[in-house]
């Protein structure tokens, strides 16, 4: 199936036709990283520029996000492993950040990778945020956002860990569709590392890991 069908039936709800060509990727975990990096992100990113231009309705969006959702919830599942006593990671969304599929995926991976994973979903309060890292003490921090107006809420939550934290704080990992802009954004919001999607990241955040 190639991506423009996939993304046709993930507009129209689908899942069961989107399952199916997953299903044919997802065989191992080099597959599943083939298949969140190939055909689940390309076509949610395709989703929210078809969101942005007018072309499809929030209804419609919520719908072939779920669907990718579910496709990824149950490709994940077979491959998922037991991290207990893994390097602690922690992922959120910054405050007023509502989507939260994309650093699911990379949680995933880096469940898959050895790390026991900390994933917070969306709009995580900075204050609580902050707390979490004092208690937690992971290994690193991982903040994502996937529109550009939110861009200065990442720089800001950035800022403020550093500032509670001091010479304590971990490095900061930052990704998500607000910096596929270019310019080395991620440096302008005083983030540690970047990668343009989940499977690169995992990769990138290994050096942390040993």
């Not at 699911?104 to 898959?112: A, F, G, I, K, V």
Request: with cysteine; hydrophobic share 40%.
């Amino acid at each position: 199936m190639t991506l423009d069908e996939y993304i046709d039936h993930l507009l129209a709800g689908e899942d069961e036709s989107c399952m199916a060509a997953a299903r044919e990727i997802a065989t191992d975990l080099p597959g599943l990283h083939r298949l969140y990096v190939e055909t689940i992100q390309p076509s949610q990113y395709r989703v929210g520029d078809m969101w942005l231009g007018g072309k499809i309705s929030v209804a419609t969006e919520h719908l072939a996000t779920a669907t990718n959702s579910y496709v990824a919830t149950n490709c994940y599942a077979p491959l998922a492993r037991v991290t207990s006593g893994g390097p602690k990671a922690m992922i959120a969304c910054t405050p007023d950040e509502m989507h939260e599929l994309g650093p699911r995926l990379l949680s995933d991976l880096l469940e898959c990778d050895g790390w026991d994973v900390d994933f917070y979903g969306t709009s995580m309060p900075l204050r609580d945020l902050i707390g979490a890292v004092k208690e937690r003490h992971p290994r690193f921090v991982g903040l994502s956002a996937a529109l550009v107006m939110h861009l200065g809420s990442v720089r800001k939550t950035i800022a403020s860990i550093r500032e509670a934290l001091g010479s304590q704080t971990p490095p900061i990992a930052v990704g998500g569709n607000a910096f596929r802009g270019g310019d080395e954004l991620w440096k302008k919001v005083g983030a540690d590392l970047y990668a343009p999607d989940a499977s690169e990241a995992a990769v990138l955040l290994r050096e942390l890991r040993d």
